[in-house]
T-cell receptor
Framework: DAGVIQSPRHEVTEMGQEVTLRCKPISGHDYLFWYRQTMMRGLELLIYFNNNVPIDDSGMPEDRFSAKMPNASFSTLKIQPSEPRDSAVYFC??????????FGSGTRLTVV | SQQGEEDPQALSIQEGENATMNCSYKTSINNLQWYRQNSGRGLVHLILIRSNEREKHSGRLRVTLDTSKKSSSLLITASRAADTASYFCATAGNQFYFGTGTSLTVIP
């Protein structure tokens, strides 16, 4: 298995633009997580899915953020409109049950 | 807010010494996991300890868990320069949280 695949690796966008981050989890994993990492706040859980169903989105900062998981092999995190304070590294992780996460390489987002 | 808090925030040791990091958490857990993150990279799973276990070993890693104190420790023995990284604990249960991390520097 190629592991958790995230795209793009880097994204630079202007304030107000829509940003879409993509994630392909490991086949057979039933949990998918989106995390955001910044120096100030560390690792923050944004949302997680179980069997493609969103379970807890209480970490999503505001309505500008949305996440979907249309099938077991794909998830997106969308920010619309983006703001400079959204600049961070966004990680996707998947796991089978709660038996340890496998993280993707992350997407480094810069909003200017 | 962070469920897991790590202590110390930063640790600097000489190669060959042991490194101990501690993690405290707040709610009940199913298991607790430790991860390593090298600068600019994703997190790598190191070891998982279940709530009914007290100690676990994996190579040079030793993890302990005290559910009565809601705390865990990670010991890296005979440290190497390549162990330089940030180390995070993560809880899994009703909620999923990562600790604030310990930045470990191993000086050759």
């Amino acid at each position: 298995d190629a592991g958790v695949i995230q795209s793009p690796r880097h994204e630079v966008t202007e304030m107000g633009q829509e940003v879409t981050l993509r994630c392909k989890p490991i086949s057979g994993h039933d949990y998918l997580f989106w995390y955001r990492q910044t120096m100030m706040r560390g690792l923050e859980l944004l949302i997680y899915f179980n069997n493609n169903v969103p379970i807890d989105d209480s970490g999503m900062p505001e309505d500008r953020f949305s996440a979907k998981m249309p099938n077991a092999s794909f998830s997106t995190l969308k920010i619309q409109p983006s703001e400079p304070r959204d600049s961070a590294v966004y990680f996707c992780a998947s796991s089978r049950q709660w038996e340890g996460y496998t993280f993707g390489s992350g997407t480094r987002l810069t909003v200017v | 807010s962070q469920q897991g808090e790590e202590d110390p925030q930063a640790l600097s040791i000489q190669e060959g010494e042991n490194a101990t990091m501690n993690c405290s958490y707040k709610t009940s857990i199913n298991n607790l996991q430790w991860y390593r993150q090298n600068s600019g990279r994703g997190l790598v799973h190191l070891i998982l300890i279940r709530s009914n276990e007290r100690e676990k070993h994996s190579g040079r890693l030793r993890v302990t868990l005290d559910t009565s104190k809601k705390s865990s420790s990670l010991l890296i023995t005979a440290s190497r320069a390549a162990d330089t990284a940030s180390y995070f604990c993560a809880t899994a249960g009703n909620q999923f949280y990562f600790g604030t991390g310990t930045s470990l520097t191993v000086i050759p």
